[in-house]
């Protein structure tokens, strides 16, 4: 019989989640939903997770990068590599953990062979349609793989458990009823948002100042996170449009935004469905692997997107298929309600819930 007495000791984790707010805010989200954990976490040097991690959190730092490099590179590369898996190796034998949680990227490498050879069980979440490098070789070595899209399993064959989950979203696009726009924007005014991402996206940002006279001519107003890479970034000036450089109330601007127009990173589409918000897609065309066309690609075969290759999307195209969503005859409105609906329909809410129960029964 257990001594009600005696506490049991507390479940360890090790979190590896480094890069962008696409592996790390999923990472937080589930670690929320875990506070009866020990959780530690496992970055590299001068990436966001530095910023974004919550202090709670000791944060472990490993200098590792990827392996598309070439010729003598890929030599330092592997011994930078070697180095951060013997690291990783030691910081799990020391802390003891009981199971590693990773998000994927090059992180997640060191962070599975380690624990693969220590016999901790690993669990990896996928959140693009298609996955990433790391996710394909080392799915096999891991008790769970779980996915952000349904597409992803045809990818993962060699995978050992396969589950669809969806995406961990940040806490803020889940309170009800959602944050309030902070921006002094008339509740009755179509409002078109446009995101490139954390960084922004200059050759979007270029478009969208082309296009912006067409748009505000009509009454519709734009707020336009513009990045701070972006030299031109204030060139177009106008009382009814919002030109920032960051924005933190994202769960604000897409609760409130009647279109959005986007890159296609796998978060921003989770953020986008939980919020019920249609958009038009501009997928990164540098994305390794073309994966962000891949995961616009399930949102434009659902209806509730558009999809746009940026090479080939003029300005004319792209101010006529906005004026079309936000006009006011019943084809407009109806357009974009059924766009609204099918979005609404790709949301998992409780995707991190989904996750947290899983790292329970593997640890």
Request: proline content about 7%; hydrophobic content about 45%; charged content about 15%.
């Amino acid at each position: 019989m257990t001594n009600p007495l005696i506490q049991p000791s507390t479940k360890r984790l090790l979190i590896a989640a480094s890069g962008t707010g696409g592996h790390v805010f999923p990472a937080i989200a589930v670690a929320e939903q875990l506070a009866d954990y020990e959780i530690e976490w496992l970055g590299v040097p001068d990436r966001l997770e530095k910023q974004l991690v919550p202090a709670e959190y000791p944060l472990h730092l490993v200098d590792v990068e990827g392996f598309q490099k070439k010729g003598l590179a890929t030599v330092k590369v592997l011994l930078k590599f070697a180095r951060s898996l013997w690291q990783v190796r030691q910081l799990l034998q020391k802390g003891r953990f009981d199971a590693v949680f990773t998000t994927g990227g090059y992180i997640a490498a060191p962070a599975v062979i380690a624990a693969r050879f220590l016999g901790i069980p690993v669990v990896l979440h996928e959140s693009n349609a298609l996955p990433g490098k790391v996710a394909r070789w080392l799915s096999p070595w891991c008790s769970v793989v779980a996915i952000g899209f349904e597409a992803a399993k045809t990818h993962l064959p060699r995978a050992q458990h396969c589950v669809y989950v969806g995406t961990p979203v940040r806490a803020q696009f889940l309170q009800n009823p959602p944050p309030s726009l902070d921006l002094p924007i008339p509740a009755e005014v179509s409002l078109l948002a446009i995101v490139g991402g954390s960084q922004g996206a200059v050759a979007v940002n270029q478009l969208i100042r082309e296009c912006a006279p067409a748009w505000l001519e009509a009454g519709i107003w734009i707020v336009h996170q513009t990045g701070d890479n972006d030299p031109d970034a204030q060139s177009f000036q106008h009382p009814h449009y919002f030109p920032l450089p960051f924005y933190s109330n994202m769960a604000g601007l897409f609760h409130r935004a009647n279109l959005v127009i986007s890159r296609s990173g796998a978060g921003t589409l989770t953020e986008l469905a939980i919020a019920h918000t249609p958009s038009l897609l501009i997928p990164y065309p540098f994305a390794a692997d073309d994966h962000q066309t891949y995961n616009a690609t399930v949102f434009a075969n659902a209806g509730a997107a558009k999809l746009f290759q940026q090479k080939a999307l003029t300005a004319s195209a792209l101010i006529a298929e906005v004026l079309n969503l936000l006009g006011t005859t019943p084809a407009s409105v109806q357009a974009l309600d059924q766009m609204t609906t099918q979005t609404a329909s790709l949301a998992v809410p409780d995707s991190a819930d989904r996750m947290a129960a899983i790292i329970r029964e593997v640890s």
